[in-house]
């Protein structure tokens, strides 16, 4: 009897247990997402502002290159080239140092104030005096917080004009200012909410020029406004009425933070997300195989390289660089490792910038590497340590040529570590070989090859750490090319330039370049036009439409 | 009289005498604690072989930005003023900004908390409302059928990884039958016209009086809450069965049953009523571990909360953030086991004497 007593309650129990489950369980089916919304899941834990003077992280670019406008932009359809953004027309002076832009006429920010030569100038102020990470891309036109007013300046309200300090070649100047950077921000709706600093030795100007303000806020006149974001979980934006140009189709875009890729296909086959950004090659290939979704993918100017320090006596051997980059196996890493998500490259230049070389002469050639080290003397192999990050595909990579490295007598240990600590060692030189990948500061052949193929001073305390410098590799000869490539005003000459540097680093460089990344992404069949662009700022959502 | 009113107060006195004492003896523990959780923090955090300055500016930033922000954020002092400046800072409730929001790590902190509070709250109620009763049914059909599912429910609960789990019952309960909302707290279609408030979703809805969006908050606590209170479920049980079959083996349990109380008596009102000390205990424990955040389920329905906030500050070596929220956690534990030795003295008369 004091058993079915304890039944009873046991059966009220689970009863109570189950009713929870079913309360719990009984939500309403799922639809597809709004008709007028596209909805991305995206790994955006890497935006930390929206300040476009400060912004210099992937995510970001995309949404700023959808939420601002600037002076010029990149012609998608030809890489090479720039086409007008609130700009409509350009001249460059005879001795190269004066550029005049002519604004469109008309044009509103989404505050609906008129955007003038005053606001553009006034963006170059407050890029160049805040001084943030990407402001270089500006100031190594010699813009100094001192002269900024006096060399980027509003003649009329149309008319702007920017002086530089040297004769630069114009592709050169108008490619750095498509990045986002050169945002045009609304100055009266900034300023409004600029707040005031006493000025001292950290602090040499009186405003911060809405700073604090923009990190979080949105001002300005592209096709969508940001209308909300909140880190590691949302960014919302929403079409922007006032944009002079061809109108998005769709109301909203809204990226949800979602980090797993196995959750962003989940969410995808459900239909809560028009759009998952980070698919892993296994998740990718289930979705191309789904019918009811498809993919695309761009290639970006991200590349990817094992690189070898100059320090080491036995690395600094000609013939020890030759014979690394035959100890690659492109093919086996091309259609395994990096299938889906890059694709081998082994110029430094990624593919679609001015003055790119497409050529990869080397194979995995694991006896001409064995002759190469026999005539430098090393006959009998050599150990060497091999920094890498943990994660993919830099692991699977670097497991792969210690495999191969082996067959001709090198002894690769790979230390493996996390991201930003191979990092610090890399940045202090402490390396023997490390597996990196390299994102192009701004869309010019220059961000590359001063990476790559430029070192101004070798010592240890230089001021300018470039990627030679990096491992070491004293450069004298190709720094000074690769200067005067930056300074080359016919194009023609100036890609001519650049590819004989490329070919350079590719017989001589320390610099074993693997591949070049391509981005991603995985969408629901009704989402038509959705295109990647060749950069981050230029993933344009506008055209999007949904059936 | 007299005789008696000078005896009457000495024990009491006595006793608000040891009061005061335990709460100092309490006061200088959580000093202790706090003192030796900011010094081990921080110094782990300056000597990982990882630069902070990096983590801050970026790989692509020039060097004389590099040197600057390095300035800024006082590297270069010698590592023990930089301690002390961190303490002083620490005091006044300042554990600097984040490197990846660019937020005061305390503004964060209150963004991502209610989310992991919210989750661990609702787990740990499933784990100890299913748990407890479970654990006493175990104990008392001790060998039986029902004391082997049990066993089974906890093994399992203790041994499947909850990554692999959740990701099941993702793609089962919302990928394939529809019943319950994927990723996420809320919908997006909510966006509009749902505003946190609290933070706290559930009161949020509450409050404005948006069923429609309680539901679906619901639908989207469904999955994670309840698997983290099956894996507190699993625990809770197993402590319960062994604390309840450590009372029923007692001499007053004897001694009940031969007074003739009923079964059901003795087992939910003495035995239930003297397994409670310890068993708050074990649920305290388990509810702070939720709150420390559930690094893998929160990866797994992209939530929100504490754990993902820390790991991903981890793994960027954003050091304030970390230092904050190791302070935070450390903070909740005190404070769970500075409550639950309040419940204890409720519970046991004994401790009340002394």
């Known amino acids: 009897m004091m058993m079915s007593k304890i039944n009873a309650h046991a059966r009220l129990l689970f009863a109570g247990a189950a009713l929870t489950a079913l309360v719990a369980a009984n939500a309403p089916a799922y639809a597809a997402t709004p008709a007028d919304t596209l909805v991305l899941a995206w790994a955006i834990d890497d935006t930390i502002t929206l300040d476009p003077a400060e912004s210099f992280e992937l995510s970001p670019a995309e949404f700023l290159g959808n939420g601002y406008d600037m002076l010029v932009r990149l012609d998608i359809n030809d890489t090479t080239k720039v086409t007008g953004g609130v700009a409509e027309s350009w001249s460059v002076s005879e001795d190269g140092l004066t550029y005049t832009f002519k604004l469109k006429p008309g044009i509103k920010f989404a505050s609906g104030n008129p955007l003038t030569a005053e606001d553009v100038a006034w963006s170059f102020e407050r890029a160049v005096k805040l001084d943030k990470s990407p402001a270089f891309i500006l100031t190594q036109f010699g813009l100094t917080g001192d002269n900024v007013t006096e060399k980027a300046k509003a003649v009329d309200e149309d008319t702007f004009v920017l002086t530089v300090d040297k004769s630069y070649a114009p592709s050169f100047v108008l490619n750095c200012l498509t990045a986002t950077v050169g945002a045009v921000v609304d100055k009266k709706l900034v300023s409004e909410h600029a707040e005031a600093v006493t000025v001292s030795a950290d602090n040499k100007y009186d405003t911060d020029f809405g700073y604090a303000w923009l990190k979080t806020n949105y001002a300005g006149s592209g096709p969508f406004k940001i209308r909300d974001w909140r880190a590691n979980e949302i960014l919302v934006m929403e079409r922007n009425d006032n944009y002079y140009g061809n109108k998005p189709a769709l109301n909203r875009v809204i990226y949800r933070h979602v980090k797993e890729s196995a959750t962003q296909r989940l969410m995808l086959e459900t239909g809560d997300v028009d759009v998952a950004r980070n698919l892993d090659p296994g998740d990718l290939e289930a979705v191309s195989k789904n019918a009811d979704l498809a993919t695309t993918d761009a290639a970006k100017g991200t590349v990817y390289y094992i690189s070898l320090n100059q320090k080491n006596e036995t690395l600094a051997k000609p013939e020890v660089r030759e014979a690394f980059k035959y100890l690659v196996d492109y093919d086996a890493i091309g259609s395994t490792l990096i299938k889906g998500i890059g694709e081998i490259r082994q110029t430094y230049q990624a593919k679609g910038v001015l003055g790119a070389l497409d050529a990869s002469p080397y194979k995995l050639d694991v006896t001409k590497a064995k002759e190469l080290l026999e005539k430098a003397g090393l006959k009998d192999g050599f150990s060497v340590t091999f920094d890498v990050r943990n994660n993919q595909p830099v692991t699977g990579i670097a497991e792969a040529f210690q495999q191969t490295a082996a067959q001709a007598g090198i002894k690769v240990e790979i230390i493996p570590g996390d991201g930003k600590q191979t990092l610090t060692k890399y940045r202090a030189r402490n390396h023997d070989l490390y597996i990196g990948q390299w994102g192009m500061d701004y869309w010019d052949p220059n961000s590359n090859a001063e990476a790559f193929t430029s070192n101004p001073d070798n010592a240890d305390e230089a001021s300018v750490k470039t990627l030679a410098w990096r491992n070491a590799w004293d450069i004298p000869e190709l720094t000074k090319e690769s200067k005067a490539a930056l300074l080359e005003r016919d194009d023609k000459k100036r890609a001519e330039g650049y590819k004989k540097l490329q070919q350079e680093a590719l017989d001589t460089s320390p610099f074993v370049m693997i591949f070049q990344q391509i981005e991603v992404a995985g969408m629901r069949n009704n989402v038509k036009n959705y295109k990647l662009g060749p950069s981050m700022d230029t993933n344009f959502v506008g055209p999007v439409t949904k059936e | ?354």
């Open chain 2, 1 to 354: 009289m007299s005789v008696v009113s000078d005896t009457q107060p000495a024990p009491r006195r006595r006793r608000a005498r040891s009061l005061v004492k335990s709460l100092l003896g309490f006061l200088v523990v959580v000093i202790v604690t706090y003192l030796g959780l900011l010094a081990v923090t921080f110094f782990i955090g300056r000597v990982i072989p990882i630069d902070p300055v990096l983590a801050v500016v970026g790989d692509r930033a020039p060097a004389n930005v590099v040197e600057r922000t390095r300035q800024e954020l006082g590297f270069n002092e010698p590592l023990t003023t930089q301690f002390v400046i961190y303490v002083q800072k620490a005091l006044s409730g300042d554990f600097g900004r984040s490197v990846l929001t660019t937020n005061p790590v305390m503004t964060d902190i209150k963004r991502v908390f209610p989310a992991t509070i919210e989750l661990a709250t609702l787990g740990t109620l499933i784990g100890a409302i299913l748990g407890i009763p479970l654990g006493v049914l175990a104990a008392v059909r001790r060998g039986g059928w029902l004391d082997q599912i049990v066993r089974i429910i906890g093994l399992i609960g203790y041994s499947v990884p909850i990554f692999w789990l959740g990701l099941l019952a993702l793609l089962i309960f919302y990928a394939r039958l529809q019943w319950v909302g994927g990723p996420g707290r809320i919908d997006v279609v909510y966006e509009y016209t749902f505003t946190p408030i609290t933070g706290f979703y559930l009161l949020d809805s509450i409050i404005q009086r948006d069923w429609s969006a309680f539901g679906n908050i619901i639908s989207h606590l469904a999955l994670p809450s309840l698997l983290l209170g099956y894996f507190s479920l699993a625990y809770i049980s197993r402590m319960t069965r062994s604390f309840m079959l450590n009372e029923l083996s007692q001499e007053y349990i004897v001694a009940a049953r031969a007074k003739g109380l009923s079964e059901r008596r003795i087992i939910w009102r003495h035995a239930l009523r003297n397994a409670a000390v310890p068993l708050v205990t074990v649920i305290a424990l388990s509810y702070a571990g939720l709150l420390e955040g559930s690094v893998l389920t929160e990866t797994v329905f992209a939530w929100p909360g504490l754990g993902l906030y820390i790991t991903n500050s981890l793994q960027n070596a954003d050091m304030n953030a970390v230092l904050g929220g190791t302070i935070v956690i450390g903070s909740v534990f005190i404070a769970i086991n500075l409550l639950s030795d309040l419940l204890y003295r409720l519970l046991d008369p004994r401790t009340r004497a002394r």
